[in-house]
């Protein structure tokens, strides 16, 4: 079955404390995301990558980091900069721009990971 | 900037009812358009999409929406609710990409509730 997961489903965090999310996808595709989803705020893009080494920036990427070492793998390092981290958090990934060739890229989700801080 | 809206944050109808889920978009051209479901404490399912042709899109567990370009609206429907579609919808614009990352931009979702 191809999909994509997420762990842990919830995280607590206390203060001052890095903690990293980890998301794999076995759907081959290139890009990958990640959204941070608040009450009433909809998503909000975190970071994403459309290839492997390769990532940028979204909206709201202060006190967050990411790495991109293999195709499947997208893992998110919430760090002690994040001043308000407590939220869901949602990977996502499509087959990717050069591959869509000018269709719609949609994209698929995991399952999501609940982070709290303590 | 591309934005879009869902006017209803919270929608209530009786199961069997029909509903129309309503969303408005704000970009000059045609974006590609989409529908999520998301269940509580669950990631987001697509439900269906749109970027071309028909402007009748069905989709999955019997949505469809209907892109009105005079409008700027992407509404969906269902003739029957079921007590299991209660969850929060979210629609979803994305640019057609130009040469570059395709952003998506997501609305704040509207929680639907179903009443026996």
């Known amino acids: 079955d191809g999909g994509i997961t997420q762990s842990p489903k919830y995280l607590f965090r206390k203060e001052g404390q890095n903690v990293t999310l980890s998301c794999e996808q076995n759907l081959n595709h290139d890009a990958m995301y990640w959204y941070r989803q608040d009450p009433g705020q909809g998503l909000r893009l975190i970071y994403y990558?459309?290839?492997?080494?390769?990532?940028q920036k979204g909206d709201i990427a202060e006190g967050y980091s990411v790495s991109r070492e293999k195709k499947e793998s997208f893992p998110l390092t919430v760090t002690s900069a994040q001043k308000n981290p407590t939220a869901f958090y949602l990977c996502a990934s499509s087959i990717g721009q050069k591959r869509a060739s000018g269709r719609a890229d949609e994209q698929f989700f995991g399952p999501g990971t609940r982070l709290t801080v303590l | 900037a591309q934005s879009v809206t869902q006017p209803d944050i919270h929608i209530t109808v009786s199961e069997g009812a029909s509903l129309e889920l309503r969303c408005n978009y704000s970009y000059g051209a045609t974006p590609y358009l989409f529908w999520y479901v998301q269940s509580p404490g669950q990631g987001l399912q697509l439900l269906l999409k749109y970027f071309s042709g028909d402007t009748l899109v069905q989709g999955i567990k019997g949505f469809e929406a209907e892109f009105k370009r005079s409008q700027s609206s992407f509404n969906l429907r269902k003739p029957s609710v079921h007590w299991s579609d209660a969850a929060e919808y979210f629609c979803?614009?994305?640019?057609?990409?130009?040469?570059?990352?395709?952003?998506?931009?997501f609305g704040t979702g509207t929680k639907l509730q179903v009443i026996p």
């Open positions: 990558s459309q290839i492997v080494n390769d990532f």
């Open positions: 979803a614009v994305a640019l057609p990409p130009s040469g570059g990352y395709q952003k998506v931009t």
